[in-house]
Nanobody, 120 residues
Framework: VQLVESGGGLVQAGGSLRLSCAAS????????MGWYRQAPGKQRELVAA???????NYADSVKGRFTISRDNAKNTVYLQMHSLKPEDTAVYYC???????????????WGQGTQVTVSS
């Protein structure tokens, strides 16, 4: 199973970016999917998460600015980011809770990370 992220980059404060993360491989089902971020010298933190039923939750710092969504048919999760701030600068990681067989365990899978840099 592999998660591949795309869409990071450099943007000015107030700008927008859209991150994508596609899961591929031997996948039976995906439960929750989410985005985490890690800034230099800081711990990795949850940014947003979405269940297979499209229930969402967000970190307080991004509420009203970021929107998480997913396409279950494509095993893909998105993060639309608006009104970006310099403090949003971080490496963003995709996460998915994946089951490879119907009766098998669910395990966490992580992407390689994509850099988001917001200049002031």
């Amino acid at each position: 199973v592999q998660l591949v992220e795309s869409g990071g980059g450099l943007v000015q404060a107030g700008g927008s970016l859209r991150l994508s993360c596609a899961a591929s491989g031997s996948i039976f089902s995906i439960n929750a999917m989410g985005w985490y971020r890690q800034a230099p010298g800081k711990q990795r933190e949850l940014v947003a998460a979405i269940t297979s039923g499209h229930s969402t939750n967000y970190a307080d710092s991004v509420k009203g600015r970021f929107t998480i969504s997913r396409d279950n048919a494509k095993n893909t999760v998105y993060l639309q980011m608006h009104s970006l701030k310099p403090e949003d600068t971080a490496v963003y990681y995709c996460n998915a809770a994946i089951r490879t067989t119907m009766m098998g365990p669910r395990f966490d899978s992580w992407g390689q990370g994509t850099q988001v840099t917001v200049s002031s």
